[in-house]
């Protein structure tokens, strides 16, 4: 789920030419020094590994092949739970919100990797694909990612888990997360170049937890030498585990910290779902933070153990023409928004694309929302089709007939004891019902999610997704041919597995959007 970082490391490096054989930290101030807020005691520090696009499967396999010991080291000696529910759309800020918030799109308002802000009239990129930031412009990207996302976008009515902490007196530690708002200031110490350029300003005030790590942006350790050029400025796997090390052999592993291993995404988007190297990579980094006690057994008795994925990966294969749903030709029939343009008065609609999931947005009041989802229903290789008229959502699959229309309260119970009204044809997502109860099987928590995506910003707009083995394209947008990719619904994007040492207790529901309240009622 760090693709959008990766593309961002390209984008800096254009800004570096003047610096390129420095890593970046020399230009940088170290802050960790400057921090005041009292360290309480705490029986056991919790730590919070987040391994992007780790799935059941491939670690199993990696398992099997003695390919991952600490992994293997901690499930024996723990908790295993192997299909924890990922937020919707499976796309990194968003479920990186929902995990830090404890809420759906609905509420921290998120709404993907790619939206289209109707307020400011412009489309939201936080760094999918190079092309598509070359149309929209390096500035807004990098404005957008490094700055908005954390300090505008991420709704204020909401608070994380680091301000949570922050107020009840608890210091808490970021590595890497793209989501990391806190209640410290922090300076992002950016390129020169930048600066020069009138892209970014040379230091820019972002708030954090007490010790926040992004990449050479910022940094706790001022010997880690992980963020060269060549190492994506700090956004590596070596980077989080050596910043992890310096706060535990320092001594200043506050009660939490949430550390994020970015290279297994890289390497399943280009290898696939079954690729197991990033998860051998990653597993070699936790060995290396077990190495800092004086054995594997103390570092699980000393701190709780939380390593856990954040979405899952579908595989993308066949050929470029089976496999890519290209948007813009489906949808000819419509005057479609270039990426280069601000939205024209003839335009009709607005494309969003979140890899195998895509906002669409009907930008002209005289073309319904249902007349769009007609056209899309027509291909078989489209999944879910959602939008919502006043209170009621209603929902279609591509290739079949049929419509699901549903709304929060009513006679239907769900395992996560949400209450919904349902009407229409239940298997366009999976669900069966015995008596008031209700059960999720290729769509989990499916109604929730979707409702969380719906209302997540103002417009009028579709929630698109694809089937398994398929990748929604548009203008100019990245594609995984081969490899794998997400962003949909489906279980094969939502389901990541969950590895819990040095507690018994467990969230209240297995869904990525409880962690956050079982870490605060953890002692």
């Known amino acids: 789920m760090m693709k959008s970082i990766f593309t961002l490391c390209a984008l800096m490096a254009l800004l570096l030419t003047v610096s390129i054989q420095y890593p970046l930290h020399q230009h940088a101030k170290y802050q960790g020094t400057k921090l005041t807020a009292p360290v309480p005691h705490h029986s056991k520090h919790i730590i919070l590994v987040v391994i992007d696009s780790l799935m059941d499967t491939p670690l199993q396999e990696a398992i099997k092949q003695e390919r991952a010991p600490a992994l293997q080291f901690l499930i024996k000696h723990g908790q295993y739970f192997p299909n924890v529910v990922s937020s919707f759309p499976t796309m990194s800020v968003t479920i990186d919100s929902s995990l830090l918030t404890g809420t759906y799109p609905d509420r921290h308002r998120v709404p993907g990797l790619v939206w289209y802000d109707e307020n400011e009239g412009r489309i939201i990129n936080y760094g999918n694909g190079k092309r598509e930031i070359v149309k929209l412009g390096v500035k807004p990207v990098l404005q957008d990612s490094l700055y908005k996302l954390n300090n505008e976008h991420l709704s204020q009515h909401v608070k994380t888990l680091h301000e949570e902490l922050a107020a009840d007196g608890k210091q808490s530690a970021s590595i890497n997360a793209v989501i990391y708002r806190g209640s410290f200031p922090h300076q992002l110490n950016l390129p020169k170049t930048a600066a020069f350029l009138n892209i970014l300003p040379e230091n820019l005030k972002t708030y954090g937890p007490a010790w926040f790590s992004y990449g050479s942006l910022s940094y706790v350790n001022p010997n880690n030498q992980k963020n ?9 796997d070596k980077f989080s585990s050596e910043e992890l090390k310096y706060l535990i052999q320092s001594g200043k592993l506050p009660p939490f910290t949430i550390v994020y291993f ?9 290898n696939g779902p079954m690729d197991i190297k990033g998860i051998e990579q990653a597993d070699r980094q936790i060995q290396e933070i077990f190495g800092t006690y004086n054995s594997w057994e103390s570092a699980i008795k000393n701190a709780v153990w939380i390593v856990m994925g954040d979405s899952g990966q579908a595989s993308i294969g066949g050929s470029r023409k089976e496999s890519f749903i290209r948007l813009p030709s489906l949808l000819s029939l419509y005057r479609i928004t270039k990426l280069r343009e601000r939205v024209q008065k003839e335009d009709q609609i607005l494309l969003c694309v979140n890899e195998r999931m895509a906002y669409i947005y009907s930008i002209d009041k005289y073309v319904p929302l249902a007349r769009i989802a007609g056209h899309l229903q027509k291909d078989d290789r489209i999944d879910v089709i959602a939008w919502k ?4 959502i209603h929902v279609i699959e591509g290739g079949k007939e049929g419509v699901l229309s549903f709304r929060p309260g009513g006679q239907y119970v769900d395992p ?13 997502l999976d669900i069966s019902t015995k008596g008031n109860q209700m ?3 290729d769509y989990p928590d499916a109604l929730a999610r979707l409702y969380g995506a719906l209302h997540s ?3 009028r707009y579709l929630v698109v997704t694809a089937r398994p083995g398929f990748e929604l394209v548009g203008e100019s947008s990245p594609t995984h041919l081969n490899g794998g990719g997400h962003g949909s619904l489906h279980k094969q994007d939502s389901l990541v597995p969950m590895l819990v040492t040095g507690t018994d207790s467990s969230p209240k529901h297995l869904r990525i959007v409880d962690i956050k309240d079982w870490i605060l009622k953890m002692d």
Do not use: M
């Not at 060269?228 to 590596?236: A, D, R, S, T």
């Not at 970015?262 to 280009?270: A, E, I, R, T, Y």
């Not at 996560?416 to 366009?428: A, F, P, T, V």
């Open 439 to 441: 059960t999720y099987h």
């Open 228 to 236: 060269y050029i060549w190492q994506k400025y700090g956004f590596n």
């Open 416 to 428: 996560y004891q949400q209450r919904w009204s349902l009407q229409g044809k239940l298997s366009i």
């Open 389 to 392: 008229e006043g209170e009621i």
């Open 457 to 459: 910003h103002p417009g």
């Open 262 to 270: 970015p290279d297994n995404d890289h390497s399943v988007h280009k």
